[in-house]
């Protein structure tokens, strides 16, 4: 089973960015579609981003689309999440987490193993 640690999370204004990363235990993590969710306080985990095994597929939700950029490094077991114009709606609990399935991936189901999370507090 693959162990995930999520980092990059903070206090940021408005408008900024922030990078988060998520590293992965095991030699299979290059197989994986990975994907990020976030859950803010008396919400739901909601969806943000998820990428097929080799990169080349990429999938956001609405609200995060043209603003966060979801990637990965296969060599270094490590999915990447850039997140620019920062909003204080974004402030979460940020979770990366490995898919049972191929592809698509984006309903909290198709993810098996999840990390901690990492805070993420946008101040307005």
């Known amino acids: 089973q693959v162990q995930l640690v999520e980092s990059g999370g903070g206090l940021v204004q408005a408008g900024g960015s922030l990078r988060l990363s998520c590293a992965a235990s095991?030699?299979?993590?290059?197989?994986?579609?990975m994907g990020w969710f976030r859950q803010a306080p008396g919400k739901e985990r909601e969806f943000v981003a998820s990428?097929?095994?080799?990169?080349?597929?990429?999938y956001y939700s609405d609200s995060v689309q043209g603003r966060f950029t979801i990637s990965r490094d296969n060599a270094k077991n490590t999915v990447y999440l850039q997140m620019n114009t920062l909003k204080p709606e974004d402030t979460a609990l940020y979770y990366c987490?490995?898919?049972?399935?191929?592809?698509?991936?984006?309903?909290?189901?198709?993810?098996?193993?999840w990390g901690q999370g990492t805070q993420v507090t946008v101040s307005s």
């Open positions: 990428i097929s095994w080799n990169g080349v597929l990429v």
């Open positions: 095991g030699r299979t993590f290059s197989s994986y579609t």
């Open positions: 987490a490995t898919a049972w399935v191929r592809w698509p991936a984006s309903r909290p189901s198709d993810f098996g193993s």
